[in-house]
C-alpha cells in the first residue's frame, strides 16, 4: 500500500506564509504527477497546483504568482509554498499522487488525509 501524509498547516495571518509538505511513503516503484488540492467550507475540491515527474508545474490563476509546487523525487516529497496568503486561501489542502508499486503496474491515484490552512485578517 501506498500512504500520502501532509504536514505544514495551521493558522495565519493574511500576508504570511506557509509551507505544506506531502511525504509517500510504502510499496512504491515510481512517482508521476503530484498535485495539491484545495477545499473551502461548502465548496468543492478544486486544484491548486500540480508538477510532473520532470517538474513542469501548473497552478490555478487564483495562486499564480504566490504559490509554488516543487518536489525532492529522492524523498518522494512535494512541497507547496504559499506566500502572500489571502483569506479565500482557506480550506483543506489535500496531496494527491500518480503512483505505481511495480514495474507491471500501471499509475493509480492515492490521496492524502488533508492539512488545515486557515487564514485570518
Known amino acids: 500500500q501506498v500512504q500520502l501524509v501532509e504536514s505544514g498547516g495551521g493558522l495565519v495571518q493574511a500576508g504570511g506564509s506557509l509551507r505544506l509538505s506531502c511525504a509517500a511513503s510504502?510499496?512504491?516503484?515510481?512517482?508521476?504527477?503530484m498535485r495539491w488540492y484545495r477545499q473551502a467550507p461548502g465548496k468543492q475540491r478544486d486544484l491548486v497546483a500540480a508538477i510532473t515527474s520532470a517538474g513542469s508545474t501548473i497552478y490555478a490563476d487564483s495562486v499564480k504568482g504566490r504559490f509554488t509546487i516543487s518536489r525532492d523525487n529522492a524523498k518522494n516529497t512535494v512541497y507547496l509554498q504559499m506566500n502572500s496568503l489571502e483569506l479565500e486561501d482557506t480550506g483543506v489542502y489535500y496531496c494527491?499522487?500518480?503512483?505505481?508499486?511495480?514495474?507491471?503496474?500501471?499509475?493509480?491515484?492515492?490521496w492524502g488525509q488533508g492539512t488545515q490552512v486557515s487564514v485570518s485578517s
Open positions: 494527491n499522487a500518480d503512483v505505481r508499486t511495480g514495474v507491471t503496474s500501471g499509475y493509480r491515484d492515492y
Open positions: 510504502g510499496s512504491i516503484f515510481s512517482i508521476g504527477n
